[in-house]
């Protein structure tokens, strides 16, 4: 019974002197008549009440909780509230009731009201922590029905605290009827089921004046709803109990669910998301129709704009600790819309409307009654105004969508939207237990979106804890265990106790309790050493019991283990040893054993001393000494004690290798072919003497190869066969037992250089120019072993002085200039190096040739036109060859310049130019000696012109034609930078967020074409425009773009396009003409049906065609699962009308839709459908175990199964005697039977199967298990007959034959069938095929 509550855990803070209230109380009590009242006093979760006590003490009570309070003569005591609320009576089964409720004029901000204001100062008499009490119960209000607020206005009481201080909502702690432990509010009195049937009637009447279209009706519905107004402002809001009732249209189950209503009604969806199919599709609609501004809008435009302003703000009809009910009106009609269409009508929905006033006006002065009453007699006259005036119709209703967004940071916070529909309720789920939200509405039609409502706050119910973290490991000795935990998340009411339990280690997953109470530790005792238990933890409130945590598995410690063996040697180093030792091998391996390394260092007297502590089995010893024995002994440790030590082992350290030699010094003066080289011992020889020197030579200075030229014991050694003038490294090493030493620093030598040798007569490089030569010469084969660094060119000749120097240098090549054409010269070259000069080359004689021309003038440039030009010149001086050509080089940079023109003209004409361009020009002239050097470069530029023809043009992709969105307002601005720089980053965090949830709007590709080019050379003026030319359409001016949408295009249409530049000198060429089409309308989604189900596994079907089709199929279909976070996952995509999904749970629920498409687009979503997969059957048993108990009787056992998801477990034994059929001997919840009455010589059957006994549901049976047999009991063996032999024959003859199991007969038979087969297939084979 919703009336009758649990004791409180906090009831120590009551007074003894006031019981209990654990039944209700006789009527003469709750009527006045007997001497006392008993009256109980809600406290809502997460607020306290605080009492004073006879005995002057105070008393503070949290809540969920009621408190009885007795009144011994009669009278309801004094409640005092904080401001702003009042404290309401509600009389309920023979109960009172005490409710604190806000005032008319008091909008809070959603919390609690109970301590969250500042009391009024007390009395004198009151006490310090005591709110102020009222100074006399007749200053209270008349007690007022719950639902007085609904009929008389919605500024009555705010909607938010209907549904959270109902009376009839007491927090119990266990409800089975409940999701999550509570109990549903679903009580009323009397007088509320009379006022919910009024309200219901009334808002059926007023949704059937709203929907038939005629004006008398609208009047009636509402009581005034002819005059447009009325319905709005005296009409009650939404009953809240619709919002529990779900469309049927989307209530489909398995594919049996029926449809009721018109088809054309989407079903509401329970969460949307911000992304919702029906905002998506009324956004794609409307296309950019959405971007025009209020007053570019129609006057019909902007009254629906103005209407769909004025929605009210939503009412909350039912809290629960995850989710919450909410309903709403639609926005409210204008007076002048229904009160303007007739006379008659407006005259009815008037008296509607006075008649309101009036019930309300009398409301204030004699209470609720006459206001109901004046409002059903307004009723009255609007359905005779309506019967009077039948041929007055109202305006129809235009289709509203509706978006509900939630915010959980205060009612300026940012809100998400939760839902998107055409539903007047909705149901958000995935709340936060205990926790502030704030919520609002907003009205959408005909591509106009209205203004948000106002917020309305909630705070959702306490729930039971989060399921805690595994408990761990504190403390633990071999017959016990010391736990520990952290408390979870309380979810709104505080946790009271936790629950441990443990498999007691058996192993078997069966769990005990082992512990309950408040604390977060617990030790186990008892427990056997060396053993693994397992445990698991939940925690508990005033709301439930948590869920179990994962299963943790802990070890208890063993005894003090046995010494181990001594350590062994790895691998040694020169200042290291690595060592290891084996775990004793008496400890088992659920032991902790750690390891205790202990060495003694030779020479040092402390004896053995610890080097290593831990768990590992080997250990590397470092910062020894080199050639050094050191002994070591391991002992082995645990919780209970540490063993002896092992057997000492001796170890050395490896010896350490010999230093570094010194630098090698040089003996004596080098040679140009060789060098006397010595060195001294190294300091540090390792511990062991010197073996060997090695010394190596390195030809260069960069030392990158090196040459082994000495090995033996001498310091000493000479190095010859050495090149002069080069440069030698040379160092040494030297070898050990220890080893390698390093190298030695290298000693650098440079043997002396010589003069080179002659170089090759110099050569002519190219053909003899007329003043010039250019020469080139080899360099001289020996260099003297040093570089040559210069050469001398010397000059002879019959006019020219002998011996003369024309060129010094390090080159191998010079130009000889300042030489007569025609000449006859003679050169000879030498080559040089640090050392000096070596002998001149052999001469060489060469005549030089005729002269170029001289360079011309720069040439003069006409424009004619803007593509035409013309060039002239004159010739230069030829130098005694005339000239015979001239070549032009045109270019429009100055570095590209190409040949032009070649001939021997003085003038020349260049076509082809483009506008408004800069060239550049130079002329050169040519004899036969050759080509003058160019003119200096001219430039010039030619005159503006139109634009070119658009050359590039390209069809916008279907993700490329986006919807141009108007830019987000911006937040307000924060005083400091460091504000200003946070809000970037999250307004772009919140910009990226939108990116990822919802997509860009896009033109409809059936409808539109997109456009895109890139802009033409504008010829030096700018180009102003584009004119896109589509046939026999009109043709389309852009502005200086290069993309362009065509919209109000017919579907599956061709068109023929093409695009013409403009600037301010006229427009250009059109581009070539190029041909797009259009795209059919996208297909609407098919109906999805569920033929098949099963415990893991749905089969959908939709469409008409068959179950598999090929991907060549025009049409394809897209289906989508929900998951856990209400999200829409992808599950099949292509042309098939089946799919099957597998591997669901049992006894589930899931949530499909499907989407049709093709090669015009993706079509919408269909309508959100709900199926379940049914329970799952027990798994099959094992065979039964037989025994024999007595002649006449045997036990059959079988294995026990665990209970499926809390359902249990029975089972059925049936038997056969011998041949006959089954019959059941047995069930029940046992996994044993003891059957008697047997027949000795009778051969018995036993099978047995499962079944689950559901709650709510026939039981499920599982298959039978294997039939296992009973053989008939063997008679006494006879005694005296004959012989040993005889007997144990005589025995064999009497023992009955066993008979085959059907297993056994199943598998000769399918043998048999197989061997038939091969040779069947053998003979085929052999005698006919070949």
């Known amino acids: 019974m919703a009336d009758h509550t649990p004791p409180l855990e906090s009831g120590q803070l009551l007074s003894p002197e006031i019981p209990l209230l654990q039944s209700p109380p006789p009527p003469p009590m709750v009527n006045g008549e007997g001497p006392q009242q008993v009256i109980l006093v809600q406290v809502n979760p997460g607020e306290a009440f605080t009492i004073q006590r006879e005995d002057g003490h105070i008393q503070c009570i949290t809540g969920p909780a009621q408190v009885p309070m007795m009144s011994p003569n009669g009278s309801v005591p004094p409640i005092y509230v904080p401001p702003g609320y009042v404290s309401q009576i509600i009389e309920e089964n023979g109960v009172r009731r005490v409710l604190v409720l806000p005032q008319p004029e008091f909008h809070h901000g959603g919390h609690s009201p109970?301590?969250?204001?500042?009391?009024?100062?007390?009395?004198?008499?009151?006490?310090?922590?005591?709110?102020?009490?009222?100074?006399?119960?007749?200053?209270?209000?008349?007690?007022?029905?719950?639902?007085?607020?609904?009929?008389?206005g919605a500024s009555d009481m705010s909607p938010q605290f209907i549904s959270q201080y109902h009376p009839a909502h007491i927090y119990s702690e266990q409800d089975p009827h409940s999701p999550h432990g509570r109990q549903q509010f679903v009580h009323r009195d009397e007088r509320a089921n009379k006022t919910y049937e009024r309200l219901q009637k009334k808002l059926k009447e007023r949704q059937g004046g709203e929907r038939g279209g005629g004006g008398g009706g609208g009047g009636g519905g509402g009581g005034g709803g002819g005059g447009g107004g009325g319905p709005n402002k005296d009409s009650p809001p939404s009953s809240p109990q619709k919002s529990r009732v779900t469309s049927p249209a989307s209530d489909v189950h398995n594919g049996l669910g029926g449809r009721s209503g018109s088809e054309n009604e989407p079903s509401p969806s329970p969460i949307a998301s911000p992304d919702s199919p029906s905002r998506s599709a009324s956004a794609a609609a409307c296309g950019r129709e959405r971007d025009v501004e209020p007053g570019e809008l129609d006057e019909e435009a902007q009254a629906l704009q103005a209407r769909l302003n004025t929605i009210s703000k939503p009412l909350v009809v039912e809290i629960h600790a995850r989710g919450v009910s909410l309903s709403w009106s639609p926005p409210p009609r204008p007076e002048a819309e229904g009160g303007g269409?007739?006379?008659?009508?407006?005259?009815?929905?008037?008296?509607?409307?006075?008649?309101?006033?009036?019930?309300?006006?009398?409301?204030?002065?004699?209470?609720?009654?006459?206001?109901?009453?004046?409002?059903?007699?307004?009723?009255?006259?609007?359905?005779?105004?309506?019967?009077?005036?039948?041929?007055?119709?109202?305006?129809?209703?235009?289709?509203?969508?509706?978006?509900?967004?939630?915010?959980?940071?205060?009612?300026?916070?940012?809100?998400?939207?939760?839902?998107?529909?055409?539903?007047?309720?909705?149901?958000?789920?995935?709340?936060?237990?205990?926790?502030?939200?704030?919520?609002?509405?907003?009205?959408?039609?005909?591509?106009?979106?209205?203004?948000?409502?106002?917020?309305?706050?909630?705070?959702?119910?306490?729930?039971?804890?989060?399921?805690?973290?595994?408990?761990?490991?504190?403390?633990?000795?071999?017959?016990?265990?010391?736990?520990?935990?952290?408390?979870?998340?309380?979810?709104?009411?505080?946790?009271?106790?936790?629950?441990?339990?443990?498999?007691?280690?058996?192993?078997?997953?069966?769990?005990?309790?082992?512990?309950?109470?408040?604390?977060?530790?617990?030790k186990v005792t008892k427990l056997s050493p060396a053993s693994r238990y397992a445990f698991r933890l939940a925690a508990?409130?005033?709301?439930?019991?948590?869920?179990?945590?994962?299963?943790?598995?802990?070890?208890?410690?063993?005894?003090?283990?046995?010494?181990?063996?001594?350590?062994?040697?790895?691998?040694?180093?020169?200042?290291?040893l690595c060592l290891q030792w084996q775990r004793p091998h008496s400890s088992p391996r659920e032991d902790d054993i750690g390891y205790v390394l202990e060495m003694e260092e030779p020479g040092s007297g402390y004896g053995f001393q610890p080097s290593y502590d831990g768990d590992e089995l080997s250990c590397t010893v470092r910062n020894l000494h080199r050639s050094t024995t050191y002994k070591f002994r391991v002992a082995a440790y645990n919780t209970e004690g540490k063993s002896n030590p092992s057997p000492v082992t001796e170890?050395?350290?490896?010896?350490?290798?010999?230093?570094?030699?010194?630098?090698?010094?040089?003996?004596?003066?080098?040679?140009?072919?060789?060098?006397?080289?010595?060195?001294?011992?190294?300091?540090?020889?390792?511990?062991?003497?010197?073996?060997?020197?090695?010394?190596?030579?390195?030809?260069?200075?960069?030392?990158?190869?090196?040459?082994?030229?000495?090995?033996?014991?001498?310091?000493?050694?000479?190095?010859?066969?050495?090149?002069?003038?080069?440069?030698?490294?040379?160092?040494?090493?030297?070898?050990?037992?220890?080893?390698?030493?390093?190298?030695?620093?290298?000693?650098?030598?440079?043997?002396?250089?010589?003069?080179?040798g002659p170089c090759q007569p110099p050569r002519v490089q190219g053909r003899p120019k007329a003043r010039e030569l250019q020469l080139r010469w080899s360099p001289p084969q020996v260099d003297g072993g040093s570089a040559v660094c210069g050469y001398s060119v010397e000059l002879g000749g019959a006019q020219v002085e002998e011996g003369r120097e024309v060129y010094q240098g390090s080159e191998l090549d010079c130009t000889v200039s300042s030489l007569l054409p025609g000449r006859t010269y003679s050169f000879r070259v030498r080559a040089a190096n640090k050392a000096g000069y070596g002998p001149f080359s052999e001469r060489t004689e060469v005549t030089t040739g005729p002269g170029a021309p001289e360079q011309c003038r720069p040439p003069h440039v006409t424009c004619r036109s803007p593509s035409c030009a013309v060039l002239s010149w004159e010739a230069p001086p030829s130098n005694g060859a005339p000239v015979t050509e001239f070549r032009v080089e045109w270019g429009a940079a100055e570095g590209s310049m190409q040949v032009c023109y070649s001939g021997s003209a003085s003038s020349h004409e260049i076509k082809g130019l483009l506008p408004a361009t800069n060239y550049f020009c130079r002329v050169q002239a040519l004899n036969v000696a050759g080509a003058g050097p160019f003119s200096e470069v001219v430039l010039c530029q030619t005159p503006c012109s139109v634009p070119a023809a658009v050359s590039v043009v390209h069809a916008l992709r279907e993700s490329e034609m986006v919807v141009e969105q108007p830019a987000?307002?911006?937040?307000?601005?924060?005083?400091?930078?460091?504000?200003?720089?946070?809000?970037?980053?999250?307004?772009?965090?919140?910009?990226?967020?939108?990116?990822?949830?919802?997509?860009?709007?896009?033109?409809?590709?059936?409808?539109?074409?997109?456009?895109?080019?890139?802009?033409?050379?504008n010829h030096g003026s700018e180009i102003t425009s584009y004119l896109i030319d589509l046939g026999e359409r009109q043709p389309v001016l852009t502005g200086p773009v290069t993309k362009h949408i065509l919209q109000n295009l017919q579907p599956d249409t061709a068109y023929r396009v093409r695009i013409q530049a403009l600037n301010s000198l006229g427009a250009g060429p059109f581009s070539h003409t190029f041909k797009l089409k259009t795209k059919p309308l996208p297909p609407p989604p098919p109906r999805l049906e569920c033929s098949a189900f099963s415990h893991q596994t749905l089969r959908l079907k939709w469409g008409d065609g068959p179950a598999k089709a090929s991907t060549a199929d025009a049409l394809q279909y897209h289906l989508q699962m929900e998951d856990k976070n209400g999200r829409f996952a992808s599950l099949y995509k292509g042309p098939c009308h089946t799919h099957k999904v597998q591997r669901l749970n049992e006894s589930t629920s899931y949530t499909f839709r499907i989407q049709a498409f093709n090669e015009a687009g993706e079509g919408p979503f269909s309508n959100v459908y709900t199926f379940a997969t049914l329970r799952s059957p027990p798994a099959a048993l094992k065979a039964p175990k037989v025994e024999r108990v007595g002649d006449q009787s045997c036990e059959i056992s079988w294995e026990a199964l665990p209970p499926m998801k809390g359902d249990p477990i029975s089972y059925t034994l049936q038997s056969m005697l011998g041949n006959s059929e089954f019959k059941q001997v047995y069930k029940g919840a046992s996994s044993s039977h003891t059957m008697s009455g047997l027949q000795a010589s009778s051969e018995y059957r036993f099978r047995a199967c499962a079944h689950r006994l559901c709650q709510d549901a026939p039981e499920l049976a599982g298959p039978w298990s294997p039939t296992v047999f009973l053989p008939p009991q063997r008679p006494p063996p006879e005694a005296g007959a004959g012989g040993a032999a005889g007997g144990a024959r005589a025995a064999e003859a009497r023992r009955p034959k066993r008979s085959l199991t059907d297993e056994q007969l199943t598998l000769i038979f399918i043998l048999l069938f197989g061997i038939s087969g091969i040779l069947i297939a053998f003979v085929i084979q052999y005698f006919v095929i070949k």
């Open 114 to 152: 109970l301590h969250h204001a500042p009391p009024p100062p007390p009395p004198p008499h009151a006490h310090a922590h005591m709110p102020a009490f009222l100074p006399h119960p007749s200053m209270m209000p008349p007690p007022p029905h719950l639902y007085s607020g609904m009929a008389g």
């Open 341 to 522: 269409g007739d006379g008659g009508g407006g005259g009815g929905g008037g008296g509607g409307d006075r008649g309101g006033g009036k019930g309300g006006a009398e409301a204030k002065g004699e209470g609720e009654e006459h206001a109901e009453e004046e409002e059903e007699e307004g009723q009255v006259e609007g359905g005779e105004a309506q019967e009077e005036e039948e041929d007055v119709q109202t305006p129809p209703e235009p289709p509203f969508t509706y978006e509900v967004s939630v915010s959980y940071s205060g009612k300026d916070g940012r809100y998400r939207s939760a839902y998107s529909g055409k539903d007047l309720s909705a149901t958000i789920e995935d709340l936060r237990p205990a926790t502030d939200y704030h919520v609002r509405v907003q009205a959408m039609c005909k591509c106009l979106q209205g203004s948000a409502s106002e917020g309305v706050s909630f705070t959702t119910l306490s729930c039971e804890p989060d399921a805690p973290s595994p408990p761990k490991k504190a403390n633990g000795t071999k017959n016990s265990l010391s736990l520990q935990w952290k408390a979870p998340c309380d979810n709104g009411s505080k946790i009271q106790n936790y629950i441990l339990q443990w498999d007691e280690g058996k192993g078997t997953g069966v769990f005990e309790q082992c512990y309950y109470g408040p604390q977060k530790q617990y």
């Open 540 to 576: 508990k409130n005033d709301m439930g019991v948590s869920e179990y945590s994962e299963v943790v598995e802990l070890l208890t410690s063993c005894g003090v283990p046995v010494p181990p063996s001594g350590p062994e040697l790895v691998k040694a180093g020169v200042t290291w």
């Open 651 to 756: 170890i050395s350290t490896s010896p350490d290798r010999p230093g570094c030699p010194p630098r090698p010094s040089l003996k004596g003066k080098a040679t140009p072919t060789g060098f006397r080289m010595a060195w001294d011992a190294p300091k540090d020889t390792g511990g062991s003497s010197i073996t060997k020197y090695t010394v190596e030579i390195s030809e260069g200075q960069t030392g990158s190869t090196w040459e082994e030229v000495y090995s033996g014991s001498v310091m000493e050694c000479v190095c010859d066969g050495l090149k002069p003038g080069c440069s030698y490294q040379t160092r040494v090493y030297c070898e050990s037992d220890g080893g390698q030493s390093t190298l030695s620093e290298p000693l650098l030598v440079q043997t002396p250089a010589v003069p080179p």
């Open 968 to 1017: 987000r307002p911006r937040r307000r601005r924060r005083s400091s930078e460091e504000d200003e720089e946070e809000e970037e980053e999250d307004e772009e965090e919140e910009d990226e967020e939108d990116e990822e949830d919802s997509p860009p709007l896009l033109y409809s590709p059936s409808t539109c074409l997109g456009l895109r080019w890139e802009p033409p050379c």
